[in-house]
């Protein structure tokens, strides 16, 4: 049950004799992939065992520049052909180090995540997580912004576009899509199909199954191409090939792919549905035949965990300030601190597609694919084995019409907090469910918060906002 096709030392240095320069990559703390390339000669079986080393005090989050010195170790079995540059060139993700105590760096993300997986074993409650997120996200043709002391601005545009229906620059051909009205149109009111096919091609390329891609909900290019299952850290190494090849295909075709959960007023945003299951050798420890959604009393406890702690998770999973324009309450966002088997509005949803034991498993609605994955997976692996381990009780499941709850329903109904700075408040304050096993530590989620609140939401807080001055300029 793997997703990416892995390589072995001896097939990653074969590898490099086949290309010309090696790429190395590794996530920083925010979850953006960095890299720097050497030619592919130096590509040897020393560098796999000693590393390289770089500067960690110009990467957002990690170190202070009087401790800046930091090693990458490649991680050989991450290899693949690089289907984007033109020079032949081999792409390897990197575990990074610290030089003088030669021990793995307490805020390399990937690092986190094999923690996580480690736990798990620990645990005894499983063996394996896998893990099948559903990234969502926008093509546009034409992306501005900017703004200073005296302006803010965007601008985004798409043929697509329903604003675009009355456009009598060029050649309208009136193919635009309405407003929520984006959800699986054919060719050519779908005019991304190439594309997408395409973004297919170049995944299959270096190893990443993928399964569908479609065309999403939202008017102006919003896209879904749905990838295989896979273990934990390996699917966080799979979103970062995924994002890269999609920014890169989309490029090469005129178009600028974003990951930013609502780019568009008024139509549906992007989301990071995470489908998770626990394996203990060959039996699916969420699966019971009797049980509600045929789910097991662990998997009930599993999304108890993923409840309770849903406000401190959404500052990982959700975390951006523009995550809270997608998750706001009766806009059909999953918003609601339930579980249901159908209802998409609850935070937890147990797909029943399928009758097959293999795929019972949990899917958990609100992240956001501005999210660093690796972080993301092993915050909901953690709070999920925090319910299973405290009995956490979910209460009874919601499979009714949220929205069309009596009032005095709706207001028992709990949901999630509405900015990113509720939920760095509530991952202050809850965070000791991470701390197990030093999965996390208390740096990394110190430094975290601190960035996220200081650099990202008092920055766009203290700012005047553009729709401000249609309300009260005239006051």
């Known amino acids: 049950m793997t997703t990416m096709i892995t390589a072995t030392v001896e097939s990653a240095l074969a590898m490099a004799k086949e290309v010309q320069m090696v790429d190395l990559r590794f996530t920083d703390?925010?979850?953006?992939?960095?890299?720097?390339?050497?030619?592919?000669?130096?590509?040897?079986?020393?560098?796999?065992?000693?590393?390289?080393?770089?500067?960690?005090?110009?990467?957002?989050?990690?170190?202070?520049?009087?401790?800046?010195?930091?090693?990458?170790i490649p991680d050989a079995t991450t290899a693949f052909k690089d289907p984007i540059l033109e020079v032949p060139t081999m792409d390897v993700i990197c575990?990074?180090?610290?030089?003088?105590?030669?021990?793995?760096?307490?805020?390399?993300?990937?690092?986190?995540?094999?923690?996580?997986?480690?736990?798990?074993?620990e645990t005894g409650i499983a063996d394996e997580s896998f893990w099948g997120p559903e990234l969502e996200f926008?093509?546009?043709?034409?992306?501005?912004?900017?703004?200073?002391?005296?302006?803010?601005?965007?601008?985004?545009?798409?043929?697509?576009?329903?604003?675009?229906?009355?456009?009598?620059?060029?050649?309208?051909?009136g193919n635009q899509i309405a407003a929520k009205r984006g959800y699986f149109p054919v060719p050519p009111t779908d005019t991304l199909q190439d594309v997408?096919?395409?973004?297919?091609?170049?995944?299959?390329s270096c190893g990443v199954p993928v399964e569908i891609h479609h065309h999403e909900v939202a008017t102006a290019g919003q896209t879904e191409i749905d990838l295989r299952y896979g273990p934990l850290r390996r699917m966080g190494d799979v979103v970062q090939t995924y994002k890269y090849i999609c920014k890169n295909i989309a490029m090469q075709n005129g178009?600028?792919?974003?990951?930013?959960?609502?780019?568009?007023?008024?139509?549906n945003g992007s989301g990071m549905h995470v489908h998770t299951s626990l394996w203990k050798g060959d039996t699916n420890v969420f699966y019971d035949e009797a049980g509600y959604a045929q789910l097991s009393d662990n998997a009930r406890y599993y999304i108890g965990g993923l409840l309770k702690h849903?406000?401190?998770?959404?500052?990982?999973?959700?975390?951006?300030?523009?995550?809270?324009?997608?998750?706001?309450?009766?806009?059909?966002?999953?918003?609601?601190?339930?579980?249901?088997?159908?209802n998409r509005s609850a935070c937890c949803r147990i797909p029943v597609y399928s009758k097959s034991i293999k795929a019972k498993r949990i899917e958990f609605r609100p992240p956001d694919p501005s999210a660093n994955p690796y972080l993301t997976f092993a915050a909901l692996l953690m709070a999920g084995l925090d319910g299973i381990q405290n009995r956490i009780d979910p209460g009874e499941p919601l499979d009714k019409d949220l929205y069309d709850l009596p009032p005095e329903e709706a207001a028992e109904v709990k949901q999630v907090p509405g900015s990113l700075g509720e939920v760095l408040d509530a991952l202050a304050e809850d965070n000791?469910?991470?701390?197990?096993?030093?999965?996390?530590t208390e740096d990394l989620i110190e430094g975290y918060i601190q960035y996220k609140r200081h650099m990202e939401y008092d920055q766009v807080r203290i700012r005047p906002h553009p729709h401000e001055f249609a309300l009260y300029y005239g006051i």
């Open 29 to 72: 703390l925010l979850g953006m992939w960095h890299h720097f390339t050497m030619p592919a000669s130096l590509f040897t079986s020393e560098l796999l065992e000693e590393g390289i080393g770089f500067d960690g005090s110009s990467i957002r989050g990690f170190q202070e520049i009087h401790e800046s010195d930091m090693i990458l």
């Open 95 to 121: 575990d990074i180090y610290d030089p003088i105590t030669r021990q793995p760096y307490s805020r390399d993300v990937r690092y986190v995540a094999k923690k996580a997986e480690q736990y798990l074993k």
């Open 138 to 173: 926008f093509m546009f043709s034409d992306v501005r912004y900017g703004g200073g002391a005296n302006s803010q601005f965007y601008y985004v545009d798409s043929a697509e576009g329903w604003w675009n229906s009355g456009n009598g620059d060029g050649h309208n051909m």
């Open 196 to 204: 997408r096919s395409r973004i297919v091609l170049a995944l299959m």
């Open 255 to 267: 178009l600028s792919a974003t990951f930013m959960p609502k780019p568009l007023f008024e139509d």
């Open 310 to 342: 849903a406000p401190a998770l959404l500052a990982i999973a959700a975390p951006t300030t523009n995550s809270y324009r997608r998750l706001v309450p009766g806009f059909e966002a999953p918003v609601n601190l339930a579980y249901s088997q159908r």
């Open 432 to 440: 000791e469910f991470l701390l197990k096993g030093d999965v996390f």
